[in-house]
């Protein structure tokens, strides 16, 4: 995994930045250590996915002085060797699909709609554009059927957008709108291990609680769309606690369980402190 700051006021020349880590942790021994000290000199990791079959992290960065969307680059960080693979610019701003099958990587260039681009690590050469576009804001892991789900960038003027993506076909197919209410920006969704079911959270950079913290399911067979929990107000009634947002949703292996992070406000304006909770899943809920 990677650091990532907070805002580029203090990742300066002044402030001797040199970019952000890669770093690793055994959960059994609860060791971490340093991988690489700035992979891409003077540049933070905004988004990152670990080909774990074949120990390559791909990155891509944001300038460490200036805007996300100024100078991005993609990276491909060989794990075992410590070394690099490649590195360029016209990396996406924060998204991949990662085709754990084929061990490609597929994003957009920057943010919104683009060209599809595709990186085999086995090609030696750097990313090409293949036939489609898309929008990649999040995006599953692959599933059993060899789909990749992804959620568009969502705006009050441009609503979010469901996708799948074939990894054999390289086919990009919309599914629809990802929005239950008023609330259009996600950032982050997960599939189940059956690859029917799809989960996320709208309302990522704060006000989730104006759709009462939805946890949605989207049903990828039937293609419709379920909200099967709301958590607020009753963890703000409860524990004095507001849910605004989470960019992290993830499944444990079996399904039942849905770990959500929270940027939680205590009654401020603004978040003050973090939360997760945990989903219990009924049977019926997840069961044809």
């Known amino acids: 995994?990677?650091?990532?700051?907070?805002?580029?006021?203090?990742?300066?020349?002044?402030?001797?930045?040199?970019?952000?880590?890669?770093?690793?942790?055994?959960?059994?021994?609860?060791?971490?250590?340093?991988?690489?000290?700035?992979?891409?000199?003077?540049?933070?990791?905004?988004?990152?996915?670990?080909?774990?079959?074949r120990m390559i992290f791909y990155g891509s960065t944001a300038p460490g002085d200036g805007g996300d969307n100024d100078g991005i680059q993609f990276f491909a960080y060989d794990l075992t060797k410590r070394k690099m693979i490649y590195s360029g610019p016209d990396g996406p701003s924060r998204a991949m699909l990662l085709s754990s099958s084929t061990g490609r990587v597929y994003f957009t260039p920057k943010q919104g709609d683009g060209p599809l681009?595709?990186?085999?690590?086995?090609?030696?050469?750097?990313?090409?554009?293949?036939?489609?576009?898309?929008?990649?804001?999040?995006?599953?892991?692959?599933?059993?059927?060899?789909?990749?789900?992804?959620?568009?960038?969502?705006?009050?003027?441009?609503?979010?957008?469901l996708y799948s993506f074939d990894v054999k076909t390289e086919r990009i197919e919309e599914l629809g709108p990802a929005a239950v209410g008023v609330n259009q920006y996600v950032?982050?969704?997960?599939?189940?291990?059956?690859?029917?079911?799809?989960?996320?959270?709208?309302?990522?950079?704060?006000?989730?609680?104006?759709?009462?913290?939805?946890?949605?399911q989207y049903d990828t067979r039937l293609r419709q769309k379920k909200v099967i929990a709301c958590l607020h107000p009753?963890?703000?009634?409860?524990?004095?606690?507001?849910?605004?947002?989470?960019?992290?949703?993830?499944?444990?292996?079996?399904?039942?369980?849905?770990?959500?992070?929270?940027?939680?406000?205590?009654?401020?304006k603004v978040w003050d402190s973090c939360g997760l909770t945990v989903i219990h899943i009924p049977e019926s809920e997840r069961l044809p």
Not at 146 to 155: R, W
Not at 199 to 216: L, T
Not at 242 to 266: H, I, M, P, Q
């Open 1 to 53: 995994f990677s650091t990532h700051r907070g805002g580029t006021k203090a990742t300066t020349a002044v402030n001797h930045y040199t970019g952000d880590w890669l770093l690793r942790a055994d959960p059994k021994t609860g060791v971490s250590e340093i991988v690489e000290r700035g992979p891409v000199p003077k540049h933070c990791l905004p988004t990152g996915e670990v080909d774990a079959q």
């Open 117 to 161: 681009m595709r990186f085999d690590p086995t090609s030696g050469r750097g990313p090409v554009a293949i036939d489609g576009q898309i929008n990649i804001r999040a995006a599953t892991a692959e599933t059993p059927q060899g789909l990749i789900y992804a959620v568009s960038f969502g705006k009050k003027e441009v609503g979010s957008t």
């Open 187 to 216: 950032a982050a969704i997960a599939a189940d291990p059956t690859g029917r079911y799809l989960y996320y959270v709208p309302g990522a950079h704060g006000g989730s609680e104006a759709d009462n913290s939805a946890i949605v």
């Open 234 to 268: 009753y963890f703000q009634e409860k524990h004095g606690c507001t849910l605004k947002g989470t960019y992290t949703a993830a499944l444990d292996d079996r399904g039942e369980r849905l770990f959500v992070t929270w940027n939680v406000s205590r009654g401020s």
